[in-house]
């Protein structure tokens, strides 16, 4: 079968398609059929080695499809099942082997790309807002990249718990999307010299409660300095590379601050709150409360493409890799 697969860590170009032999599963496992995998900042880090990862190394840590056979002792999914995955590498690839305990059963009314491209960001926007900061009516957040994958998908979360989003782009265009996403307000980051006076302006001269910061090294000073005493910094990620070592200090001069640097892992590590989460996901997607927007749809041989065009901000929305190019050209053609 067909697979992306990386024996050195570095820049997209590492990102190869190879010929592998077919996966076979093992006891508690299931082999999966891959209809569509999420391009995420999480497959950029294992990439660049951000990540320590063994090689030859087959990205992608989100994936949908169906399950085609099963190993010994399996009981949590059966051959002809719709699942999806997050967490779990090798969704680059025509087919993945996946710990059947970590599959999620997909409701008849939610498609592989619909799963691929809301189950990591989706249920990473479920922890945000429910448990590493609880999100209350009222609340006024920040929310950085807000017209990336996740900026949109917590920007709608935030509206929908009754909170006022300001968000943060690259771009005017970026900006509307924002705004349509729910944002109250939108600040274009490289049309002020002050980030933080900016949002401070923006409500009434105060500090906000808690700011959600999935870029890291640009913008984890700003965010510091936006948040009121006893504030919240959710470092989730580091688009924009690894935050520099500070002197804890500064939290306490900043109006004891409280920084938490979460990780999905953690939050879906039992099964049941793995489902509960993914069950709420796809609740929300039914009732519209999510919009998934997915912008982008790669071959597997476009691999290094889309990792490039994520890097560099040209995208909104999500990205998927689709190992069924033909059923790629056919989608670009019917959006046209």
Do not use: C
Request: aromatic share 6%; charged share 20%.
């Amino acid at each position: 079968m067909r697979a992306i697969q990386m024996s050195e860590v570095g820049g997209p170009e590492v990102l190869r398609l190879v010929d592998i032999d077919q996966p076979t599963p093992g006891p508690g496992q299931a082999v999966v059929e891959v209809a569509a995998s999420g391009v995420n900042f999480l497959d950029v880090y294992h990439r660049e080695g951000r990540y320590s990862v063994p090689l030859p190394f087959t990205p992608g840590a989100e994936g949908a499809g169906t399950v085609v056979e099963v190993g010994p002792g399996v009981a949590d999914v059966a051959v002809g099942d719709r699942v999806g995955w997050v967490e779990i590498p090798g969704a680059y690839a025509e087919r993945a082997v996946v710990d059947s305990s970590r599959l999620v059963p997909l409701p008849d009314d939610i498609g592989f790309e619909t799963a691929a491209a809301v189950l990591l960001q989706g249920m990473t926007a479920h922890y945000l807002v429910k448990d590493a900061y609880p999100v209350q009516g009222g609340d006024t957040v920040l929310v950085h990249a807000a017209a990336g994958g996740m900026g949109l998908l917590l920007t709608q979360l935030i509206t929908h718990l009754g909170g006022r989003v300001i968000g943060t782009t690259s771009t005017t265009a970026k900006a509307e999307l924002a705004k349509r996403a729910g944002a109250a307000e939108v600040i274009l980051s490289s049309a002020v010299d002050d980030l933080a006076a900016e949002v401070r302006r923006l409500n009434g001269g105060q500090g906000l409660p808690v700011v959600f910061d999935g870029v890291g090294a640009h913008t984890f000073d700003a965010s510091l300095a936006s948040l009121r005493t006893r504030g919240h910094l959710v470092l989730f990620g580091a688009a924009s590379g690894a935050v520099p070592p500070f002197d804890p200090i500064r939290l306490a001069h900043g109006g004891s601050l409280t920084l938490i640097r979460p990780s999905l892992g953690h939050y879906i590590a039992d099964r049941s709150e793995l489902l509960r989460r993914a069950a709420d996901v796809f609740e929300w997607v039914r009732s519209k409360a999510l919009e998934v927007t997915v912008t982008g749809r790669y071959a597997l041989s476009e691999a290094a493409r889309a990792h490039s065009d994520l890097e560099a901000r040209r995208t909104t929305g999500k990205l998927l890799v689709v190992p069924d190019a033909a059923a790629v050209g056919r989608r670009e053609e019917t959006q046209s």
